[in-house]
């Protein structure tokens, strides 16, 4: 029974996107700070995966990319915003004033959470889960 392999089970995919876990492990946190509407530390991230060791700053400019991420995620979310809109005052373009106010407050509101979930997600594109076997004990920070 010494041979017997355990096998590993892969943090869930969606699950560490959601609690901003890191991509390749899913257990050590990406950001400084778990509540985005902490404004000075919104962006505040880890150089290093506290449990993996992970690179989380690969180049200057790195995150450039989730500037993408980040237009698909408002334009997802600005639509759902709109059918909301619709469903509550069964009407949208007739109260321009109002349909914009909306959208305005609500894109503001919402900008720091899709701000980090677009760097999240970009890093989750980039970064494959290594899983904890590959990281050898000096890697850890
Ligand atoms: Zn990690």
Same mark, same amino acid.
């Given at each position: 029974?010494?041979?017997?392999?355990?096998?590993?089970?892969?943090?869930?995919?969606? /699950?560490? @996107?959601?609690?901003?876990?890191?991509?390749?492990?899913?257990?050590?946190? /990406?950001? %400084?700070?778990?509540?985005?509407?902490?404004?000075?530390?919104?962006?505040?991230?880890?150089?290093?995966?506290?449990?993996?060791?992970?690179?989380?700053?690969?180049?200057? &400019? =790195? $995150?450039?990319?989730?500037? $993408? +991420?980040? $237009?698909? *995620?408002?334009?997802?979310?600005?639509?759902?915003?709109?059918?909301? $809109?619709?469903? @509550?005052?069964?009407?949208?373009?007739?109260?321009?004033?109002? *349909?914009?106010? %909306?959208?305005? +407050?609500?894109? %503001?509101? /919402?900008?720091?959470?899709? =701000? #980090?979930?677009?760097?999240? @997600?970009?890093?989750?594109? @980039?970064? #494959?889960?290594? &899983?904890?076997?590959?990281?050898?004990?000096?890697?850890? /920070?």
């Amino acid at each position: 029974m010494s041979n017997t392999i355990i096998p590993v089970s892969a943090p869930n995919l969606i /699950v560490g @996107i959601i609690k901003m876990k890191c991509p390749a492990c899913r257990e050590g946190s /990406v950001f %400084t700070d778990p509540n985005p509407y902490h404004w000075s530390r919104m962006g505040s991230m880890h150089e290093k995966c506290s449990v993996c060791g992970e690179n989380f700053r690969h180049e200057p &400019g =790195f $995150y450039f990319g989730a500037a $993408y +991420v980040s $237009y698909g *995620l408002m334009v997802g979310f600005l639509i759902i915003v709109g059918f909301l $809109y619709y469903f @509550i005052f069964q009407e949208i373009g007739e109260n321009m004033l109002r *349909l914009l106010s %909306t959208g305005s +407050v609500a894109a %503001t509101l /919402v900008a720091p959470v899709i =701000f #980090r979930y677009s760097r999240i @997600i970009y890093l989750y594109i @980039i970064v #494959r889960f290594k &899983g904890k076997k590959h990281f050898p004990e000096k890697g850890r /920070v």
